[in-house]
């Protein structure tokens, strides 16, 4: 059975209460995903009493909460979405419905694993014992860090929002290494954004849920952006009836007609890669005609107006600059756009009371560099979204345990001292953020030192990384390679050893906030079932090594247990005695303004840590983000400051601001005349986890029939290669060869193709392998001159018939 695109998005449009899947997947979650299917591994029901556990899904970062279902309190059947949580509201993505699959797996890591043979030889890998690994490990470690090299031990992490993060950072900087990673994602660049102009380096937040307007520059809003839950969830508030008020406006800006496209209110169609020139040209004529927050750009921003520099110089400010640089007419010829349209869209999003414009597409598949989330900022800033009260801000972090200060021996110390192998480069980037893609390709050439061991975590970069050659290439010169994968993926199959995780629904763990929402939020994953195999928490394995490896590294990870360390966190929590458990979901903490009371309703560290096992998520208004300022003006900056510092002696005055600067894909136009340009489905996983079966089932067939992947072509591109609906043809970029079938779109533009990620496994099981085409091997990936960030938002490509 198969249930094409048109079906899901009726489902989106059927939403009610914030629910947006309803209880048709469930049905299909329930009869199709684990009854009546044939695969082998497939769990049979017992008979026996049904229990539900709540908990907080932790398949990604979203939060949702969760209900489990049980048999005879030993068998979980079925997930849904906890109706009494505030971030999803009952609703739950296609990944979170399938999860079971997941958990039943036959591709699950059952204990630790050797590998005995050369890399990547499945039938090398032999059993070990958790003791003799660990001694292994710990061995390898403790050795490195008496040569003096602790800096050549590197990890990264796929789990950017838990105490994981954390506690990595505790291992490896009381060890003595920098060389800490998470795995690329949009918020990376938006991060060093809000870092520029808003002097701190956190997640940018929009209170989506108070909005009456909606200006998306390419955000997946329906496909993945942010919380999937938690957006899904927003979105079908504002497809419900407000009394007395209009409907939310959502106007989706983006080259290709999307899903989200598809269900807003308006699609700007623009040329690909071009949003931030669009904004920039709205901020012109919102200057031009003095629409924009005046209070707020005399009072609240430096470089609005033109400065004087330090040595008196007078600089071009943002008012000028914008008026200057982008008028409607010169938008319009790089954008496509309509000059008309253009100064239409300003007035209109200018004159809505609560405007905000959101940006950003997951994995690093942004058409962006640092400069375009400044311009997208810079936006919200003209609306005065940065005000008390408005629209945008900055994630609140909530005020969990502190970990003790590492105290470093002199081994750390030397480590530390070394440079994080990316900024080794010969050319670093003057603000230098998480660059995982740019330390592999370090580590892949001449590195300044090599890497002895690489772990890595809840991540599977040799398949999920843009280019992820990459990783092989990198991986290749690492003298051990050590996955924590609880699956057989493709970075554990070229590891010498896997160390099983617990798998989700197994383990202990927590999540910190909630992507791209404004208010503070805290929740504990507990587990539903004990693990079922001869896995261990990584959480728990860094503890034991820390001990094992003994004197101020031991010193610094001082917990029994990773289930003490959170409950130490969670003291923290209730030591701050702010927020409240959020008991049902008529508690909206999304429409809570910044600083609104939150009356605290939880007794004690106890009390709240027995309220969070139960599946209930504790939260806090949102954060004033110009309380938080930390700029060198002490104001937001239109002209950044730091970049000033950063930047070669006197950067020209622009170098300074918001600016449309695309990076330009490699490759002979003539020879690649179209753009590859790769886009998230909300039935594919395209992370860590492989798309369970059930979630193939999801996908219509004109994306993927057998194991062919439909490449999306505006028929125009296809008739000029002679490729009609269905035809086999090859992909061809300057980073590899494809062979796919093309569906005909006309929503996608003649210059373009369109091609999903989250297909082409080469591990896991007959289920999943071979199953299309990664394009994680066909694009390329730039770095952002300015943070070193790899961007992957298009690549030149060739199109032509099998
Ligand atoms: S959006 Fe993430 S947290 Fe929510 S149900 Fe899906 S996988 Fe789970």
Redesign the pocket.
Same mark, same amino acid.
């Given at each position: 059975m198969s249930l094409g695109r048109r079906a899901f998005l009726q489902f989106a449009a059927g939403a009610v209460g914030g629910t947006l899947l309803t209880p048709i997947p469930w049905k299909l979650a329930d009869d199709s995903a684990i009854w009546t299917q044939n695969w082998s591994w497939r769990p049979s029901p017992e008979p026996g009493d049904l229990t539900e556990k709540a908990t907080?899904?932790?398949?990604?970062?979203? *939060?949702?909460g969760?209900r489990v279902r049980l048999v005879n309190g030993r068998r979980a059947v079925y997930i849904k979405?906890n109706p009494k949580h505030p971030v999803?509201r009952g609703g &739950?993505?296609p &990944? *979170?419905a399938a999860?079971l699959q997941l958990l039943y797996a036959p591709y699950r890591v059952q204990q630790p694993l050797k590998q005995t043979a050369s890399r990547g030889d499945l039938g090398g890998f032999q059993p070990i014992s958790w003791d003799d690994a660990m001694k292994e490990l710990s061995t390898r470690l403790g050795a490195l860090r008496s040569k003096g090299t602790p800096h050549s031990v590197a990890a990264v992490t796929g789990d950017s929002r838990s105490s994981m993060l954390p506690l990595w950072r505790q291992f490896l900087t009381s060890y003595g290494s920098p060389n800490l990673f998470t795995m690329p994602s949009e918020a990376d660049s938006k991060a060093v954004a809000a870092s520029l102009a808003l002097g701190r380096p956190a997640d940018i937040a929009f209170a989506l849920e108070r909005a009456d307007y909606v200006l998306s520059f390419g955000a997946g809003l329906l496909e *993945?952006w942010g919380?999937? *839950?938690h957006m899904q969830s927003i979105y079908g508030s504002w497809r419900e009836q407000r009394p007395g008020k209009p409907p939310v406006v959502l106007v989706q800006v983006e080259p290709r007609g999307s899903i989200t496209a598809s269900k807003a209110d308006r699609w700007i169609p623009v040329n690909p890669g071009t949003e931030a020139a669009l904004a920039l040209g709205i901020a012109h004529v919102m200057v031009r005609e003095k629409l924009y927050d005046l209070d707020f750009a005399a009072a609240s921003a430096f470089g609005f107006e033109d400065w004087f520099d330090a040595w008196g110089t007078k600089r071009q400010g943002f008012k000028n600059f914008v008026l200057a640089a982008y008028k409607p007419a010169e938008v319009s010829g790089i954008t496509g756009v309509d000059p008309q349209r253009i100064e239409e869209l300003a007035r209109e999003f200018a004159r809505q009371e609560r405007a905000v414009a959101v940006w950003g597409q997951d994995a690093g598949a942004t058409p962006n560099n640092v400069y375009h989330d400044l311009a997208f900022l810079a936006l919200n800033a003209l609306k005065g979204n940065f005000k008390r009260g408005g629209l945008v801000g900055l994630m609140p972090e909530p005020p969990l345990g502190a970990l003790p200060q590492p105290v470093l021996d002199a081994y750390a110390s030397h480590g530390l001292s070394r440079d994080r192998l990316d900024r080794t480069a010969p050319q670093p980037p003057p603000l230098s953020a998480n660059a995982f893609h740019a330390f592999l390709d370090v580590m892949a050439r001449e590195p300044a030192y090599p890497v002895e061991v690489l772990l890595v975590h809840e991540a599977n970069p040799a398949y999920a990384l843009s280019e992820n050659h990459l990783f092989a290439d990198a991986a290749a010169k690492a003298g051990l390679v050590v996955s924590f994968s609880s699956f057989m993926d493709e970075t554990a199959v070229m590891a010498d050893l896997v160390l099983p995780n617990h798998a989700v629904f197994e383990r202990l763990d927590d999540v910190i906030g909630v992507p791209g929402a404004p208010f503070a939020y805290y929740a504990l994953a507990a587990p539903v079932l004990p693990p079922r195999y001869n896995t261990r928490h990584t959480g728990d394995v860094l503890l034991t090594l820390a001990r094992f490896l003994g004197g101020t590294v031991a010193e610094g990870l001082p917990w029994e247990s990773y289930e003490s360390f959170l409950r130490e966190r969670v003291q923290g929590l209730a030591a701050a005695y702010r927020g409240a458990v959020a008991k049902d979901a008529t508690v909206q903490p999304g429409r809570l303004e910044a600083g609104a009371p939150v009356k605290t309703n939880f007794k004690d560290a106890r009390d709240l840590w027995n309220q969070l096992q139960q599946g209930y998520c504790w939260y806090d208004a949102p954060a004033d983000p110009m309380e938080l300022l930390q700029t060198a003006s002490g104001q937001y900056e239109f002209a950044c400051q730091r970049l000033a510092e950063v930047l070669p002696p006197i950067p020209e005055d622009r170098f300074l601001m918001p600016q449309f600067a695309p990076l330009q894909p490699s490759g002979d136009p003539g020879e690649f005349p179209l753009l590859l340009m790769v886009y998230s489905e909300p039935a594919l996983s395209d992370g860590f986890y492989a798309n369970p079966p059930f979630m193939n089932k999801l996908l219509p067939d004109d994306l993927l029939l057998g194991n062919d992947l439909f490449a999306q072509v505006h028929p125009r591109t296809a008739a000029t290669v002679g490729l009609t609906e269905g035809g086999r043809a090859l992909i061809r970029t300057p980073r590899g060869e494809a062979a796919v079938r093309v569906h005909l779109n006309p929503a996608v533009r003649p210059e373009t193709i369109a091609m999903v990620r989250g297909l082409g496994h080469t591990a896991y099981d007959e289920y999943i392998q071979g199953k299309g085409t990664n394009a994680g091997g066909l694009v390329e990936v730039q770095m952002d001159p300015i943070t070193g960030l790899g961007t992957v938002w298009a690549t030149r490509a060739q199109l032509r018939r099998a």
């Open positions: 907080v899904c932790r398949l990604c970062d979203g *939060g949702c969760i979405g999803n &739950l993505c &990944l *979170g999860g *993945g919380s999937c *839950g």
